[in-house]
């Protein structure tokens, strides 16, 4: 079947926003009075839903585990803006797929993801959005982009997934949907880009 909706991850693949996250976990952390994860929580910063993030490091501390949540709660995104860094040519690569496809973003991010939208102006250039806060299960598992393909009445191999993470390959697999990875994730991606630039021809080619 043609492809017919380009669905992107969010961070890592609409945005630079690695220190975005780090960023706001590390205040959620000092303002639940706690120490910094480990170095190595860097990727599940970048790629989990924060309640997959609170349980991994803290589901057997439940005390902790409240804490964390509780200050996550209370906690406004919008000051982490200015650490999110759109990719090159975002705009115009979003702008020239709608001509053609149906567009959509599928993320682990909480109800942070519509304040991205608005912040960076890109609300009228996705037909559909969805978080982690709007499935029974965030990435791995399929539910996202399996929403997202009912949403425009598709099967799901008529949609293409666009992901930096193993987690978004995992999902588009689930999913049935191709997969399309950007940057590290090349190895896990049955094709692979550098950057947005490189999307369009790669989409109208499968």
């Known amino acids: 079947m043609a492809i017919r909706a380009v669905i992107f991850d969010c961070d890592g693949v609409l945005f630079h926003s690695e220190r975005a996250n780090i960023e706001f ?10 120490p910094d994860l480990p170095s190595e929580a860097d990727l599940a910063y970048h790629s989990l839903a924060s309640a997959q993030l609170f349980e991994k490091y803290f589901g057997d501390r439940p005390h902790e ?16 803006y200015k650490f999110m ?11 020239g797929l709608k001509k053609t496809y149906f567009t959509a973003m599928a993320t682990n ?34 539910e996202m982009l399996l929403k997202c393909a009912e949403y425009f009445s598709l099967h799901p191999t008529e ?12 999902s588009a697999a689930g999913a049935g949907a191709h997969f399309v990875g ?19 021809a790669v989409v109208e080619a499968l």
Do not use: C
Request: proline fraction near 6%; hydrophobic fraction near 40%.
């Open 25 to 34: 976990y590390k205040e959620v952390l000092r303002r639940a009075g706690l």
């Open 65 to 80: 585990l409240a804490r964390v949540k509780k200050a996550a709660r209370k906690l406004d995104y919008g000051p982490f």
């Open 85 to 95: 860094e759109p990719r090159a040519g975002l705009h115009e690569v979003l702008g």
């Open 109 to 142: 991010r909480g109800i942070s993801w519509r304040g991205v939208l608005d912040h960076f102006n890109l609300t009228d250039l996705l037909d559909y959005a969805i978080g982690a806060g709007d499935v029974e299960q965030p990435k791995p598992h399929p």
């Open 159 to 170: 949609t293409v997934y666009v992901g930096d993470q193993s987690i978004d390959a995992q």
């Open 182 to 200: 950007v940057g590290a994730i090349a190895q896990e991606a049955e094709i692979s880009i550098r950057d947005l630039g490189e999307l369009p």
